[in-house]
T-cell receptor
Framework: AQKITQTQPGMFVQEKEAVTLDCTYD???????LFWYKQPSSGEMIFLIYQGSYDQQNATEGRYSLNFQKARKSANLVISASQLGDSAMYFCAMLDNTDKLIFGTGTRLQVFP | EAGVAQSPRYKIIEKRQSVAFWCNPISGHATLYWYQQILGQGPKLLIQFQNNGVVDDSQLPKDRFSAERLKGVDSTLKIQPAKLEDSAVYLC??????????FGPGTRLTVL
């Protein structure tokens, strides 16, 4: 069965530092997509970054980058230069070949001054 | 470009009452999804529409939940009758097929 695992319930990082949020996945499909979403306390899920299973290079979007290690089935999110506004829940998700998005349990990130 | 719209943002009802949520997807997005997110968990797909047809409703509790997408645009999700365990955030998302899903702000339902 397809599954997303986020082992860090919570993370703390000081402002302007970098932080890595872990995500591992399990699938037997050769074609899949990996996503990271941010969910602030307001509740909306905000799309951050996408990595396709056939993409050769790691995805980057501004301060967000995805450390994709296919052999290890990991897709960690790296946030550089953390800001106070980055404090939120972060969800890793996988899109399978039936267009179904499967989410992990999330990591709560808190950025302190 | 306008995002996914949902209403209401918050709803409080008593158990056994009925409730309905509305979603307007991003213009041109053929695929629409309803998710249920219980506190402390990731979202769980309830139902997926492609235009006005149902693609997947395998996790929709059909004895009490129903959803429709008339004319392939707006969608409504209804719960009747509500139970305490239905307290959750209900998220609507839309996408071009097999593409990034964009979410609305969600409806936070509290069942007393």
């Amino acid at each position: 069965a397809q599954k997303i695992t986020q082992t860090q319930p919570g993370m703390f990082v000081q402002e302007k530092e970098a932080v890595t949020l872990d995500c591992t996945y399990d699938t037997s499909d050769p074609s899949y997509g990996l996503f990271w979403y941010k969910q602030p306390s307001s509740g909306e899920m905000i799309f951050l970054i996408y990595q396709g299973s056939y993409d050769q290079q790691n995805a980057t979007e501004g301060r967000y980058s995805l450390n994709f290690q296919k052999a290890r089935k990991s897709a960690n999110l790296v946030i550089s230069a953390s800001q106070l506004g980055d404090s939120a829940m972060y969800f890793c998700a996988m899109l399978d070949n039936t267009d179904k998005l499967i989410f992990g349990t999330g990591t709560r990130l808190q950025v302190f001054p | 470009e306008a995002g996914v719209a949902q209403s209401p943002r918050y709803k409080i009802i008593e158990k056994r009452q009925s409730v309905a949520f509305w979603c307007n997807p991003i213009s041109g997005h053929a695929t629409l999804y309803w998710y249920q997110q219980i506190l402390g968990q990731g979202p769980k797909l309830l139902i997926q529409f492609q235009n006005n047809g149902v693609v997947d409703d395998s996790q929709l509790p059909k004895d009490r939940f129903s959803a429709e997408r008339l004319k392939g645009v707006d969608s409504t999700l209804k719960i009747q009758p509500a139970k305490l365990e239905d307290s959750a955030v209900y998220l609507c998302a839309s996408s071009l097929s097999l593409d990034t899903q964009y979410f609305g702000p969600g409806t936070r339902l509290t069942v007393l």
